[in-house]
């Protein structure tokens, strides 16, 4: 009777002992004398009834690691830094196109037919130019490319686009190309005379209208062109100062 007495109760200690470890972490001491205790009961046949093993130490560490993770102080959510907003800019007028045509117009018209064919068509975009080079301001706001009118100090809108309609405003993430033509010129003291974008921001149904017929065409896709709306316009402004906003408020570019 003692004898069975005496195995039940270790069967119970070892079984209170393998459960308490399963659940709470316990002191090294008391893990040893589990295990020596586990190891002393045996049957009669000499097998033992139980035994401390790898996997109720594998137990142990991964609820105790659970645990740990579980009541650990979480690592502030990282969030990503806002971008800056960049200041409004209106680019600086560039007179080099107007006076450019101007020039070029005055010398044809001194020259017998040629005044009629040339210099006067040359002189007239010239004297247009040099009105629009004082009229239109190209500003750069914090979300979008606007055509303005005025001064610094008092620009307005210039109304609906005469081509395709809607506001001369486009966003920045509408851009899917860029250029300035002739190409190369410009880093050239003459500078370019036109200035290209491309938008996603204008209807689609207007997108073939004009030179957007050809820029849109299969072959242009097929060629890596990206569907959009054209623009151009002259050059009457610092096209270096230009690109360099283009550049900086990251507009796409093929």
Same mark, same amino acid.
């Given at each position: 009777?003692?004898?069975?007495?005496?195995?039940?109760?270790?069967?119970?200690?070892?079984?209170?002992?393998?459960?308490?470890?399963?659940?709470?972490?316990?002191?090294? *001491? @008391? &893990?040893?004398?589990?295990?020596?205790? =586990?190891? !002393?009961?045996?049957?009669?046949? %000499?097998?033992?009834?139980?035994? +401390?093993?790898?996997?109720?130490?594998?137990?142990?560490?991964?609820?105790?690691?659970?645990?740990?993770?579980?009541?650990?102080?979480?690592?502030?959510?990282?969030?990503?830094?806002?971008?800056?907003?960049?200041?409004?800019?209106?680019?600086?007028?560039?007179?080099?196109?107007?006076?450019?045509?101007?020039?070029?117009?005055?010398?044809?018209?001194?020259?017998?037919?040629?005044?009629?064919?040339?210099?006067?068509?040359?002189?007239?975009?010239?004297?247009?130019?040099?009105?629009? *080079? @004082? &009229?239109?301001?190209?500003?750069?706001? =914090?979300? !979008?490319?606007?055509?303005?009118? %005025?001064?610094?100090?008092?620009? +307005?809108?210039?109304?609906?686009?005469?081509?395709?309609?809607?506001?001369?405003?486009?966003?920045?993430?509408?851009?899917?190309?860029?250029?300035?033509?002739?190409?190369?010129?410009?880093?050239?003291?003459?500078?370019?005379?036109?200035?290209?974008?491309?938008?996603?921001?204008?209807?689609?149904?207007?997108?073939?209208?004009?030179?957007?017929?050809?820029?849109?065409?299969?072959?242009?896709?097929?060629?890596?062109?990206?569907?959009?709306?054209?623009?151009?316009?002259?050059?009457?402004?610092?096209?270096?100062?230009?690109?360099?906003?283009?550049?900086?408020?990251?507009?796409?570019?093929?």
């Amino acid at each position: 009777m003692l004898s069975r007495s005496f195995l039940t109760t270790g069967v119970v200690i070892a079984t209170f002992s393998a459960a308490a470890s399963g659940f709470a972490p316990v002191h090294d *001491t @008391f &893990r040893h004398g589990h295990h020596l205790l =586990s190891s !002393s009961v045996r049957t009669s046949s %000499g097998l033992p009834l139980y035994s +401390s093993s790898t996997s109720d130490n594998n137990l142990f560490d991964s609820v105790s690691q659970q645990l740990t993770s579980l009541f650990a102080p979480k690592d502030e959510v990282r969030k990503e830094p806002k971008k800056p907003v960049l200041p409004d800019v209106v680019i600086n007028r560039d007179f080099k196109l107007a006076a450019a045509f101007l020039i070029l117009g005055l010398l044809l018209d001194t020259i017998p037919y040629v005044q009629i064919l040339l210099g006067l068509p040359i002189t007239l975009l010239g004297i247009l130019f040099l009105v629009q *080079t @004082f &009229r239109i301001r190209f500003v750069f706001e =914090s979300d !979008s490319f606007t055509l303005k009118t %005025g001064n610094d100090d008092n620009l +307005s809108d210039t109304g609906e686009n005469i081509v395709v309609g809607g506001e001369n405003r486009w966003t920045y993430d509408s851009f899917v190309n860029y250029d300035f033509f002739p190409r190369g010129w410009i880093d050239q003291p003459q500078g370019p005379i036109l200035v290209y974008f491309k938008e996603t921001q204008t209807p689609e149904t207007e997108w073939n209208t004009g030179p957007g017929a050809k820029a849109n065409s299969e072959e242009a896709i097929a060629a890596g062109a990206v569907p959009g709306q054209v623009h151009f316009f002259p050059a009457l402004c610092d096209a270096k100062q230009i690109r360099a906003e283009f550049e900086r408020r990251g507009c796409a570019k093929l």
